[in-house]
Nanobody
Framework: QVQLVESGGGLVQPGGSLRLSCTAS????????MGWYRQAPGKQRELVAD???????NYKASVKGRFTISRDNAKNTVYLLMNSLQPEDTAVYYC??????????????WGQGTQVTVSS
């Protein structure tokens, strides 16, 4: 079965950085678009960034210039490098894979989530 396993979350001070990783199994990773979503307490889950099988990226406006999504198809892994973190970035971050190489649909599979807390 398909598994998406996130890692790299934690507690960081404002202005700090974290890199999230998500390793996939059970899919031909290179063929699928991947994304990072987040959900803060009391809020709906929202897209943070996604990347197609053709390496096209897309970002939520508030993270553009601070976050970078990338993928290593040889390692079946997608990354989210987060710089200049702010308290409003605090959320559970979820990895997701799509139905195809594009992001024209909602994600199909989800990871279990990893907590990111930005606080002094």
């Amino acid at each position: 079965q398909v598994q998406l396993v996130e890692s790299g979350g934690g507690l960081v001070q404002p202005g700090g950085s974290l890199r999230l990783s998500c390793t996939a199994s059970g899919i031909v990773f290179a063929n699928y678009a991947m994304g990072w979503y987040r959900q803060a307490p009391g809020k709906q889950r929202e897209l943070v960034a996604d990347i197609t099988s053709g390496m096209r990226t897309n970002y939520k406006a508030s993270v553009k210039g601070r976050f970078t999504i990338s993928r290593d198809n040889a390692k079946n892994t997608v990354y989210l490098l987060m710089n200049s973190l702010q308290p409003e970035d605090t959320a559970v971050y979820y990895c997701a894979s799509y139905y195809s190489g594009t992001t024209l649909t909602n994600p199909r599979y989800w990871g279990q989530g990893t907590q990111v807390t930005v606080s002094s």
